[in-house]
């Protein structure tokens, strides 16, 4: 089993649904949790950052933690073309120099 | 917001040379950055972690004396690919962390490398 699994998609949404992004994880010492978004040909871009459980807001996003479950969300509403990239979740042990454990990412259309 | 770079953004070598590329962090001093390779539709793959003043470590299976890493200053490293092959054309990003206590990493925006 992957330390962390993610559905790669592809996802294709409409324009203005909500998007729900999960990954499950498999080693409960992981107390840190990123999404990035990714567009094609460039680098990882951080959205959100949770420490252990419970849920944070952003605009449009919010990142979830379950960490009795070992599952994590971003919720996207009212999504917009622009939107359309890759989502990578990731989560590390302990803050600053650890590296992070990336998931597979999921690839989000959203169609205008 | 903390910005990273790289250098150059896409380079074609002919297999059996060799390329470097740059990491820089451009507004803050960087104690550890991080190579990750990434091939088409799949994740990063964490190749090495590189403490500036010391020797990098390899993640398993990643050869050292193939990707030589550097991390002379603390705004900048670099991943030479030595003795390019065809196979090591992929996607690199870098990434940077401002050290013990930060949570963040920055990307840098990813060198194509293509080996014929």
């Known amino acids: 089993q992957k330390e962390v699994e993610q559905d790669p998609g592809p996802l294709s949404v409409p324009e203005g649904a909500i998007v729900s992004l999960n990954c499950t994880y498999s080693n409960s010492a992981f107390q840190y949790f990123m999404w990035y978004r990714q567009y094609s040909r460039k680098g990882p871009e951080l959205l959100m950052y949770t420490y252990s459980s419970g849920n944070k807001e952003d605009g449009r996003f919010t990142a979830q933690v379950d960490k009795s479950s070992k599952y994590i969300s971003l919720f996207i509403r009212d999504s917009q073309p622009s939107d359309s990239a890759t989502y990578l979740c990731?989560?590390?042990?302990?803050?600053?120099?650890?590296?992070?454990?990336f998931g597979k990412g999921t690839r989000l259309s959203v169609i205008a | 917001g903390a910005v990273v770079s790289q250098h150059p953004s896409w380079v074609i070598c002919k297999s059996g040379t060799s390329v470097k590329i740059e990491c820089r962090s451009l507004d803050f001093q960087a104690t550890t950055m991080f190579w990750y390779r990434q091939f088409p539709k799949q994740s990063l793959m964490l190749m090495a972690t590189s403490n500036e003043g010391s020797k990098a470590t390899y993640e398993q299976g990643v050869e050292k004396d193939k990707f030589l890493i550097n991390h002379a200053s603390l705004t900048l490293s670099t991943l030479t690919v030595t003795s390019a092959h065809p196979e090591d054309s992929s996607f690199y990003i870098c990434?940077?962390?401002f050290g013990q206590g930060a949570y963040e990493q920055y990307f840098g925006p990813g060198t194509r490398l293509t080996v014929t």
């Open positions: 990434s940077a962390s």
């Open positions: 990731a989560m590390r042990v302990n803050s600053g120099n650890t590296p992070l454990v």
